[in-house]
């Protein structure tokens, strides 16, 4: 009888893991594009998908590329640490807008009338209480008095824990 040979698995040293780089960068990609941070975490070169492989050395065609990087065992788990990581970033987002409903702003609205003359209109935003009350909240202060409130206090106590959420990086 003749003896059966045996095959034994061999590894593939190119295939792709989680600790492959263009991988890992994916991961913060994914995570970055789930939360809504694309614009804040990756640079305006890198804004979609066809884009980040350009980025990384693949064809604008090679999307399928990225999909089958997501069918890797661990990769969503991997995309929710990144989520955690970003969190500060959410809050950074969160606190500008905060600043510019505690300020008050104007708008300027471009409107065409029925002959077809384009005017600009100015339309002005008061601050608002609840906004200053929240930043004060955030900043760790106790509201007292809200007329008090508007303004510069809030507006400080805000810049200042903005300032060490990024400085918590």
């Not at 994914?30 to 975490?41: F, H, N, Q, S, T």
Request: hydrophobic letters at 40%; a positive charge.
């Amino acid at each position: 009888m003749a003896k059966a040979k045996r095959k034994e698995k061999k590894v593939n040293p190119k295939a792709y893991t989680l600790d492959t780089a263009i991988v890992r960068d994916y991961i913060v990609y994914y995570a970055a594009r789930e939360m809504g941070l694309i614009k804040k975490v990756f640079s305006e070169d890198c804004q979609n998908e066809a884009q980040f492989c350009v980025k990384h050395g693949l064809s604008d065609k090679s999307v399928n590329a990225l999909h089958n990087y997501a069918n890797i065992d661990g990769f969503y788990d991997e995309v929710d640490k990144e989520k955690k990581k970003h969190k500060h970033l959410l809050l950074s987002v969160g606190m500008t807008g905060l600043l510019k409903r505690a300020e008050g702003m104007f708008l300027r609205k471009r409107t065409v009338d029925a002959a077809g003359k384009a005017h600009t209109l100015l339309d002005e935003i008061p601050p608002d209480v609840k906004a200053s009350e929240r930043l004060v909240q955030l900043g760790g202060g106790e509201i007292v008095d809200s007329v008090k409130i508007l303004g510069t206090e809030a507006i400080a106590l805000a810049a200042r824990k903005a300032t060490e959420l990024e400085d918590g990086k």
